[in-house]
């Protein structure tokens, strides 16, 4: 004997079920993680981009043109793709992921 009652939950108790699920959902997201941490480790390092050319206000990423964002890289979508290829090279070859973004930068 089921019934088939909808159940009914507040909005509150909705929006805590929802913003667990998120956690553990970037949790599970190495790729977005180790991302995060390289920029984490990148910002204790360089205060602008560290492949920004101040002189040419150029990216060295995208060789040749003018980095848009004035050599600010924490929310940089040039940047964060270049770390996120970086993340599928190293893993593809089944090597250590580098822990901080000095380590990363000596293997390029």
Known sequence: ?????????????????LAKAEREAEKKDHKKQWVERMIKS??????LCPYY???ASE???????????????EACPVFMAFLDNKYQEI???????PMDFLD?????
């Open 1 to 17: 004997m089921s019934s088939n009652k909808p159940v009914k939950m507040s909005e509150e108790e909705i929006n805590n079920a």
């Open 42 to 47: 990148a910002k204790t390092y360089y205060k």
């Open 53 to 55: 050319d101040r002189k």
């Open 59 to 73: 990216c060295f990423i995208n060789l040749g043109t003018k980095c848009t964002r004035d050599g600010r890289y």
């Open 91 to 97: 893993t593809s070859k089944k090597r250590l992921l």
């Open 104 to 108: 990363l930068a000596q293997n390029v």
